[in-house]
């Protein structure tokens, strides 16, 4: 740390590159640093001149320097778990994007890392942070939702031809994104999960992770809340639109966001005054035409990133949260108990499809 600025390094630069520019305009950032195992993404990264202060063929490398305070890892998901615990038992702060792990116990590792090593951890889950998700927490936070009575969720995305980590994954092993606008707004842990698998895919991507499914469908009890949430996820051989969407369902006003751009508020309309008893209540939509800007949230030098990157403004609120939480001496509003829960949410869903719906209890990871 120099003058209480960091100094950053972020690893894995195809989606990550999208990161570095916004690193390098952090108010609280004195110097980024960049690693890749491929010398052609270091040099595309370098080429478009945002002052990186060094390139690095490996993260072994990189973390032998003192000098670094802190590593964004977005690397392939099979890496997530082993790199996050070598940057943290390399003494410095860890970001990682999503999942932040493949198994139950490699979860309960990063958490035990990130108590026994002190530094902070943040999973950087785009989906937590979108103009969608941040307006209705705040119509939740002031009572515009009421009770919440259900929750939902979905993702679907065809990975076909993507690098081959991707190939017949198990579809809610990647279920954060459609699961973290539901359980960061309900503010609860997901407690069990039952959960099918649906449909059929060919051989060949049932074999890398003996997954038969190309779709999951899923219902989690949340603890202290009375709402259930629905998710489903479809990865492979189902024609489907890209959507991450959720949908929540209160007893004041109900929003809808399934159909990318197409979302919805639903609210009960006046009641007419004729005297007479109406059977149901009937409700009225209004579409949501837009969102509110979230910049204002953000130091000026990156408040304008929530109109150019990707991911619906997410990404500069992502990289904010993590320097300021380190900074402040406080846990990122998702540190490794919360990344654990979210992401074990998944693979217990997946366990429960592979035992037919059984009833999987989600650790805590308190
Ligand atoms: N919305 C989101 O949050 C979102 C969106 C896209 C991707 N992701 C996640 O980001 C990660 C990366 O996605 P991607 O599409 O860029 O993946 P990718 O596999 O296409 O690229 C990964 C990059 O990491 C580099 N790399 C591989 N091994 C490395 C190592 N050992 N050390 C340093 N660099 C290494 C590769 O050369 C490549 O440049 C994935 O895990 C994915 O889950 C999240």
Not at 103 to 124: F, P
Not at 237 to 253: D, I, L, N, P, Q
Request: with cysteine; proline share 6%; net charge negative.
């Amino acid at each position: 740390m120099k003058n209480g600025k960091l100094r950053v390094a972020v690893v894995g630069l195809r989606f990550g590159a999208d990161f570095v520019p916004i690193w390098c305009k952090h108010p609280d950032v004195y110097a980024v640093d960049i690693v890749d195992v491929k010398a052609s993404c270091l040099q595309k990264v370098l080429e478009d001149n945002h002052g990186i202060n060094k390139a690095y063929l490996s993260l072994d490398e990189a973390l032998k320097d003192d000098g670094i305070d802190a590593v964004h890892l977005v690397t392939p998901i099979p890496l997530h778990a082993k790199q996050t615990l070598q940057v943290l038992r390399s003494g410095k702060h860890c970001a990682c994007t999503v999942p932040a792990a493949c198994t139950l116990e490699e979860l309960s590792e990063i958490v035990a890392t990130q108590r026994d090593t002190g530094k902070n951890y943040m999973m950087m889950e785009t989906a937590a942070y979108t103009f969608q998700m941040l307006h209705v927490e705040k119509m939740y936070k002031a009572g515009e939702i009421g009770r919440i009575q259900l929750l939902r969720g979905c993702h679907y995305q065809d990975m076909e031809n993507w690098p081959s980590y991707w190939n017949g994954l198990p579809p809610m092993h990647y279920a954060t994104h459609a699961i973290a606008p539901l359980l960061k707004l309900a503010n609860a842990r997901p407690t069990e999960v039952v959960c099918f698998g649906s449909g059929t895919m060919r051989e060949e991507l049932q074999k890398p992770y003996g997954n038969p499914f190309p779709a999951e469908t899923a219902l989690f009890k949340l603890e202290n809340t009375a709402a259930v949430v629905e998710l489903t996820r479809t990865l492979f051989e189902t024609a489907r639109v890209y959507c991450e969407g959720f949908g929540v369902y209160g007893s004041k006003t109900s929003f809808e966001w399934f159909f990318n751009d197409h979302s919805v508020f639903e609210r009960f309309a006046d009641e007419p005054d004729d005297g007479i008893v109406h059977w149901g209540r009937s409700c009225k939509m209004e579409k949501a035409e837009s969102f509110p800007d979230t910049g204002d949230r953000l130091p000026p030098e990156i408040a304008g990133f929530t109109r150019t990157c990707g991911h619906l403004g997410s990404h500069p609120h992502l990289i904010h949260e993590f320097v300021r939480s380190i900074l402040e001496g406080r846990p990122a509003a998702i540190d490794a108990v919360k990344a654990a829960q979210w992401t074990a949410a998944g693979i217990c869903a997946h366990e429960s499809a592979m035992k037919d719906g059984a009833r999987i209890p989600i650790p805590s990871f308190e």
